[in-house]
C-alpha cells in the first residue's frame, strides 16, 4: 500500500473517531436520535470528510442498520445506544462504532463487546486465520456471559466499498483463510443478552445503489441521479427526503427497490429480543496493524 493511500485511510480514521466521540457526548437521555445524527453528519463534513454510509443509531434489541427518517421522533430515554459512524476520503474508508448505557444497568454487556474488539486487535497480523478471531471474540463474550452475535461480522474496507472480503466473525467458524499483509478490515463485535442471531425488522431507511437503469418517472430519475452522487456508497433515506420531500422520496424509493435498483439495509434486531452492544475499529493488516480509527 502506498503512503498516499495510508495517508487518505489515516485521514479518514482520525475524522470518524473524533466524529464517534462527538456523538457519544451527544448521547444523553433527553436527546432526539435524529438531532445527533444530523451533528454527527455535518462535524464530519466540517473536518473535511464524507460519510462512508449514514450515521447510524440503534437501541436496545436493535443491532444495526438503525438511522432516522424525516418523521423519526424518538428521545432517548434510558436505552442501550450503539452509534455507528463511517468516513471516506476519496473513497477510503474508516468505519468504527460504540455503546453507550443510559440505563447504568448494562455496563458489563457494553464492556463485553468492547473487551472482545480489544483483544482481536492483539492478535491481528499477516497469517493469523479468520477463525483465530472470531474464537478470540467468542471466547471474550461468552467468559462475561453473553452471546456474540453470530449472523453479524466484521468485514473487508474497499475503495468506495464498505462491505468486501473477508468476513471476520464473531465467532470459530472455522474458517483458516488468512489475512494478508495490506488488508484493511473493520473487527466488529456484536455482544448479545438473548439469542445471539439477528432478524431483519422494518422499516428500512438505508439503501445501496446495485445497478444504474433508465426509469421513466421524472420523479425518480431525479432520485436516482442524486443518489448516483454517492458513488455506490450506503445513504439515508432522510438525505433525500431533505431535497425531494416525503412524498417523492417514498414514491421513488419504492420504484427503486421493485427495479432491483436499490438494496434495502433493513434494521437488525436480536431474535428474542435481548439487548446487544457493539464495538468498532478499522485496521491495516501489517507487521505492526495500524488500528486507524484509534485516536490517543
Known sequence: ??????????????IAATALQYGKSLIKNGAKVIEILDAVETKIE???????????ISLNECAAHSCSSMDDDTILRDHVVK??????????????ALTVDLSGKYTDLVNA?????????????????????????HKTITSAGFSPVRNLSGHGLGHYN????????NFDNG??????????????PFASMGAGIVQE????????LMKDTGVRDPITRKVLQEIKKYNGLP?????LERTFGTPRTNLALRTLVRMDCIQEHNPLVDQSRGMVSQAEHSVIVQGKPLVYTRIE
Open 162 to 169: 464498505i462491505h468486501t472480503k473477508p468476513s471476520v466473525p
Open 201 to 208: 425488522s422494518v422499516p428500512a431507511t438505508v439503501f445501496t
Open 83 to 96: 452509534l455507528d459512524v463511517g468516513v471516506h476520503i476519496d473513497g477510503y474508508i474508516a468505519d468504527n
Open 235 to 239: 445513504f439515508a433515506k432522510r438525505w
Open 113 to 137: 463487546s468492547r473487551d472482545a474488539l480489544n483483544e482481536a486487535l492483539k492478535i491481528i497480523k499477516p497469517g493469523i486465520t479468520l477463525a483465530e478471531i472470531g474464537n478470540v471474540i
Open 46 to 56: 466540517d473536518m473535511g470528510g464524507k460519510p462512508a454510509f449514514p450515521a447510524q
Open 175 to 188: 474458517n483458516k483463510n488468512t489475512l494478508e499483509d495490506g488488508d484493511v478490515i473493520a473487527i466488529e
Open 1 to 14: 500500500m502506498d503512503l498516499e493511500t495510508i495517508q487518505k485511510y489515516s485521514k479518514a480514521g482520525e
